[in-house]
């Protein structure tokens, strides 16, 4: 018998990281680091996954804020779905945003959630732990994976959140270390409305 393991993850609202994803990922760099990428590389960035910029039928960088909602799943998803290598949903309903993925690779611990300016769901994490740097004694701090080549340790999907989304209520979950299941709830009413108003004034 199998055990489900579902655990809630703290949502971030306070990355001070400098130059985070400063670096973007281009077209041709992807397709030369997916040429001489590993299984785990192909399982993290590859066809289905969530964190792959070619997920939407085109290149578009995973670390530029995407509007999810904005798209059917059925319709953007449609090649996927047919093909079965989807692993990825979302939809919403009278009260919440809802997004499903699952996750890559080896980093499925270190999945991290932001809300960022109330505008960007972030979600991110390390596939492949950073080497130490022979100096980090000099330095006393490694330069974070973020804001340099991010891919070649880790993974993002950054998402615009929709107008009425509720920045301060996120929940976010994952089950099995596999499905990453996330809920904004929406602003319900204009008191609801007026309140996130007056706090990201």
């Known amino acids: 018998m199998t055990t489900t393991t579902h655990k809630q993850l703290e949502v971030l609202t306070d990355d001070q990281t400098p130059q985070k994803w400063c670096v973007l990922l281009r077209e041709e760099v992807f397709k030369k680091f997916m040429s001489q990428g590993s299984p785990i590389v192909h399982k993290v960035f590859g066809v289905g996954s969530f964190f792959s910029p070619l997920l939407f039928g ?111 209520k996120i929940e976010a979950y994952v089950t099995n270390d596999l499905i990453l299941e996330i809920k904004i709830h929406k602003i319900n009413n204009s008191l609801d409305a007026d309140n996130n108003q007056n706090t990201t004034a």
Do not use: H
């Not at 919403?92 to 809300?115: D, F």
């Not at 991110?124 to 891919?151: A, I």
């Open 58 to 168: 085109k290149f578009f960088d995973p670390s530029d804020a995407f509007p999810l909602w904005d798209f059917e799943s059925d319709i953007l998803l449609s090649s996927l779905r047919s093909s079965g290598q989807s692993t990825i949903d979302w939809f919403q309903t009278e009260q919440y945003y809802v997004l499903k993925a699952e996750l890559p690779g080896e980093g499925k611990n270190s999945v991290r959630v932001y809300a960022e300016n109330a505008k960007v769901l972030e979600i991110s994490g390390q596939w492949k732990q950073q080497q130490q740097q022979k100096d980090q004694s000099k330095t006393n701090s490694t330069r974070d994976w973020r804001s340099g080549n991010w891919w070649e340790s880790g993974y993002v999907r950054r998402l615009e959140l929709p107008q009425d989304a509720d920045w301060r």
